[in-house]
Nanobody, 122 residues
Framework: QVQVVESGGGLVQPGGSLRLSCTAS????????WRWYRQAPGQERDLVAT???????RYADSVKGRFTISRDNAKNTVYLQMNSLKPEDTAVYYCHADIVVLTPARTLNDYWGQGTQVTVSS
């Protein structure tokens, strides 16, 4: 009924930039909060950034000043602009959304993207 698909990962040198995108499609009534998480090998999945329905943002201390989360409600899409990337930013990045779907009754569910690999290395 609802799909959440990420794109934009890849290999970048330290100090470089990447922009991740995540788009939801399907029987969507409204999207509340979007979040980006990341998971490095052998580690837990950590919250990186959140953007609320009214576009308030929060960031993990490790990415403040370097990453920017934004959303385009008309496109049901969230972005993560990542600048000044460091090797320790290497991880699989996942988007997550709280979505009110039409099933046909309006129901609030949460959805995960499939993950996109970000590798920061020279």
């Amino acid at each position: 009924q609802v799909q959440v698909v990420e794109s934009g990962g890849g290999l970048v040198q330290p100090g470089g930039s990447l922009r991740l995108s995540c788009t939801a499609s399907g029987r969507i009534f409204e999207i509340y909060d979007w979040r980006w998480y990341r998971q490095a090998p052998g580690q837990e999945r950590d919250l990186v950034a959140t953007i609320t329905g009214d576009s308030r943002t929060r960031y993990a201390d490790s990415v403040k000043g370097r990453f920017t989360i934004s959303r385009d409600n008309a496109k049901n899409t969230v972005y993560l602009q990542m600048n000044s990337l460091k090797p320790e930013d290497t991880a699989v990045y996942y988007c997550h959304a709280d979505i009110v779907v039409l099933t046909p009754a309006r129901t609030l569910n949460d959805y995960w993207g499939q993950g996109t690999q970000v590798t920061v290395s020279s």
